[in-house]
């Protein structure tokens, strides 16, 4: 099962942040938050991921509290385009024994124009 | 660079029929997994390979196989084919296991009638 927990779906006004929350509040130490959105039809798209520092890239930023119980991921600018899944998955980073993703539902965030 | 590449991309078969999915790994990319998505369940993991060798698997019967050759390249069979079969399946590659996340295929939607 999924470790994490996300709204089933969110709305944001075009060229305004969008702020996803995920709640995992089981995450263990040696575990990353990582997102990723699936655009309809296509394969799911990376976007970020991060232990405990809060990152940032060209696409997006991931807040991530203190005791790492909860995240945010925050898309600055939302567009049209923006319009996904979005899935918070949290795993270890790499392991020999090899690791899977376990997506959750995910939410469906519609960017409105 | 080229992407992940999953051929065919849609595949229509009949119940009982066995088919064979192909999945071609960004270059340099060593592990590859493999993913069914469905309206019911979701995303869910069938089975990952590194280097040939099979590192995870998922919860899925027998019918369901793969292997991955020496230049990466992997394929996944479904023997018996079901109508609950018809679904999503999606091919993830990365450079050793997910460090900077999956590189996801496109996909190949089966269809079992």
């Known amino acids: 099962d999924a470790k994490t927990t996300q709204p089933t779906s969110m709305d944001c006004a075009e060229g305004r942040a969008a702020n996803l929350p995920c709640n995992h509040s089981?995450?263990?130490?040696?575990?990353?938050v990582y997102w990723y959105r699936q655009i309809h039809s296509q394969g799911p798209q990376y976007i970020i991921h991060?232990?405990?520092n809060n990152e940032t890239n060209e696409m997006a930023s991931l807040i991530i509290t203190e005791d790492r119980k909860s995240s945010t991921l925050i898309l600055p600018h939302a567009t049209l385009r923006d319009t996904a899944v979005y899935y918070c998955?949290?795993?270890?980073?790499?392991?020999?024994?090899?690791?899977?993703?376990?997506f959750g539902p995910g939410t469906r965030l519609s960017v409105l124009p | 660079k080229a992407g992940v590449t999953q051929t065919p991309r849609y595949l229509i078969k009949t119940r009982g029929q066995q088919v064979t999915l192909s999945c071609s790994p960004i270059?340099?990319?060593?592990?590859v997994s493999w993913y069914q998505q469905t309206p019911g369940q979701g995303l869910q993991f069938l089975f990952e390979?590194?280097?040939?060798?099979?590192?995870n698997k998922g919860n899925f019967p027998g019918r369901f196989s793969g292997r991955q050759f020496s230049n990466s390249r992997s394929e996944m069979n479904v023997s018996t084919l079901e109508l609950g079969d018809s679904a999503l399946y999606l091919c993830?590659?990365?450079?050793?296991?997910?460090?900077?996340?999956?590189?996801f295929g496109s996909g190949t939607r089966l269809t079992v009638v």
């Open positions: 993830a590659s990365s450079l050793s296991g997910g460090v900077y996340g999956y590189t």
């Open positions: 089981t995450i263990s130490g040696n575990e990353y």
């Open positions: 991060g232990l405990k």
């Open positions: 998955i949290v795993r270890v980073e790499f392991s020999n024994y090899g690791q899977n993703f376990v």
């Open positions: 270059s340099g990319h060593r592990s």
């Open positions: 390979y590194f280097s040939e060798t099979q590192r």
